[in-house]
């Protein structure tokens, strides 16, 4: 069986003051009316990899409120040949903390357990704003593929911010620099290297199947540097261009995912919204579809709020997709009506409130 989240509880999570469900495997639609808890759930979901989740929350901004009392998240998450229990604490004014079978674990640890793709609606603007967030959402895509990508993200920032230290200080003696540069400068490769490597994958997903969502010509901008001799020759001759601006101005930090809508040959950038939204559902898609080529598995799948946003055909060709997958898919909405295209295939979550926490309960077909 594909792996997948079995039972979930949140304690003190957000709206959640006290959450147990658990699942078969099967897509799970989430549904109530706003402000009951639904993107909270799914939220709890994601920081089931490495990061702050896909809200990008620090640890005490999901502390529940008023009793601001530290929260906690436990999953038991099963599949072929994977039987895992993996707890999230965090305490109020203290980082995360991850436990996988009771032991101590970098969070990084949690890529080889779960891959993890979403889509909330904070991303709808992604070809539209700055490449910050262009670069996240390859970031994430291409440690779906690679989990060792969190940790060179992680080395290559470290280094660096010392680096920048040293330029805000006015340090000139090179030797100060050697060392970090050369950090970053392996990390650099790696980096360009996964995410090289990702963008082909995805458009090979992409042009692989048949789909009802446009596919999009994925390119990545970036320096037109090679190995870590390259990049550490680059950081070197930048030094005083760097140390004029305070920080690093070259490196894989500022590259760019650019993407064209294949069919009117058109940027990104300048696609309706709806084009927009279905060329970003289309990327998640390929992206699931090449996770499971390369693992044999199909990921866990987020998308909040993403049903309302398409019309019935697209919604029941989403739905299809989905379930050709064989992935688990948290999918939220304020109707149930937005799902009725899935009918048995998929587990439901009714969400309300109660004396403002959240109250959820599992059914098979939706039915109060």
């Known amino acids: ?10 304690s003190h999570f957000r709206s959640h003051r006290r959450t147990r469900l658990e699942f078969d495997g099967r897509p799970v639609a989430i549904y109530g009316p706003n402000g009951t808890g639904k993107t909270n759930l799914i939220e709890a979901v994601s920081l089931l990899s490495p990061g702050r989740g896909l809200r990008r929350a620090g640890a005490d901004e999901i502390i529940r409120r008023p009793e601001a009392i530290g929260w906690k998240v436990m999953a038991k998450v099963a599949g072929a040949d994977l039987g895992h229990e993996v707890e999230l604490t965090a305490e109020p004014g203290q980082p995360r903390v991850t436990l996988i079978d009771g ?13 993890i793709v ?15 967030g262009r670069r996240r959402f390859l970031d994430r895509i291409a440690m779906s593929f690679q989990p060792d990508h969190a940790d060179a993200a992680l080395a290559y920032e470290k280094a660096m911010r010392e680096r920048n230290r040293l330029l805000k200080d006015a340090v000139a003696d090179p030797r100060w620099y050697g060392a970090l540069e050369a950090q970053m400068a392996e990390a650099a490769v790696i980096l360009t290297a996964n995410r ?9 997903a992409q042009h692989g199947a048949a789909t009802a969502f446009p596919a999009a010509d994925l390119q990545l901008e970036t320096d037109d540097l090679t190995d870590a001799g390259d ?14 601006a305070g920080r690093t101005l070259v490196g894989p930090h500022r590259a760019d995912l ?8 058109m940027p990104a950038s300048q696609c309706s919204t709806g084009e927009q939204k279905a060329l970003l559902i289309s990327l998640i898609l390929a ?15 987020l998308l909040d709020e993403v049903a309302a946003h398409l019309d019935a055909g697209r919604r029941a060709a989403l739905f299809d997709e989905i379930c050709a997958l064989g992935a688990q898919a948290w999918m939220t909405g304020t109707g149930l009506e937005l799902f009725v295209d899935l009918g048995p295939r998929a587990q439901y979550v009714a969400l ?4 403002g926490a959240s109250e959820a309960r599992v059914s098979d077909a939706g039915v109060q």
């Open 103 to 115: 032991k101590p674990a970098a969070q990084t640890v949690l890529a080889r357990l779960l891959r």
């Open 196 to 204: 090289r490597g990702s963008i082909a994958r995805i458009t090979s």
């Open 287 to 301: 992206n699931a579809r090449a996770i499971k080529a390369k693992t044999g598995a199909a990921p866990l799948v």
């Open 258 to 265: 650019v993407a064209t809508y294949i069919d009117k040959a």
């Open 231 to 244: 990049y550490a020759s680059a950081f070197a001759e930048s030094r005083p261009r760097d140390m004029a």
């Open 352 to 355: 309300a409130d109660h004396g």
């Open 118 to 132: 979403w889509l909330v609606p904070a991303q709808d603007r992604l070809w539209i704003e700055g490449a910050d």
């Open 1 to 10: 069986m594909t792996p997948h989240v079995a039972a979930l509880t949140l």
